[in-house]
């Protein structure tokens, strides 16, 4: 899976600045056990993910729940994949890039949650379970990164806050 994101990296820059991009990433940005044996990293900010969608979109989290659509059955591969494949290449790039500008994971985590938002009027129109997948999918169609990000940055959900939920779902 760490594949789809070096690959993106390859094809914006030469194969070292890649790699050692990639090292940042993976050592400095993440958590240290995003991409251990058991995905732990990427396990805790599912939950963290819910936590927020239960914070900010309570109505959209109670429409999940009532047709019993899980979100981690999404947010594990956005956050594994680090939304490569999951929103158009533009909109991966401008979220890794304010995510590496000191946003660090919370930047992914603030851009899957506002995409929800921008969804959710959609989204609770909906009456189906498979409609609610099809929407959920449709991630990859989401053509504004502009508005995606202005929606993700002005979201009440600092690094802090974000820390000390990990911390809960470590503990």
């Known amino acids: 899976r760490r594949v789809h994101g070096v690959a993106l990296l390859l094809l914006h820059m030469p194969e070292e600045e890649a790699f050692w ?6 050592e400095s940005v993440l958590p240290n056990d995003y991409f251990g044996q058991y995905l732990t990293g990427v396990n805790v900010d599912c939950l963290v993910l819910e936590d927020l969608l239960l914070e900010h979109l309570p109505k959209l989290h109670e429409h999940f729940a009532r047709y019993q659509l899980a979100l981690s059955v999404f947010s594990a591969r956005w956050l594994v994949t680090l939304l490569v494949g999951v929103f158009p290449m533009e909109t991966t790039l401008r979220v890794w890039d304010w995510a590496f500008s000191g946003a660090g994971m ?4 603030r851009a899957a949650l506002a995409f929800l938002a921008l969804q959710q009027p959609r ?6 379970q498979s409609d609610l997948l099809e929407v ?5 169609s989401f053509s504004d990164p502009t508005e995606l990000l ?15 939920l990990r911390r809960r779902h470590r503990s």
């Open 21 to 26: 991009l990639f090292v940042v990433l993976i």
């Open 123 to 128: 989204l609770l129109r909906v009456t189906d």
């Open 136 to 140: 959920m999918q449709s991630a990859s």
């Open 150 to 164: 202005k929606s993700a940055q002005a979201l009440a959900c600092d690094h802090a806050h974000v820390t000390e």
């Open 106 to 109: 919370t930047a992914l985590l």
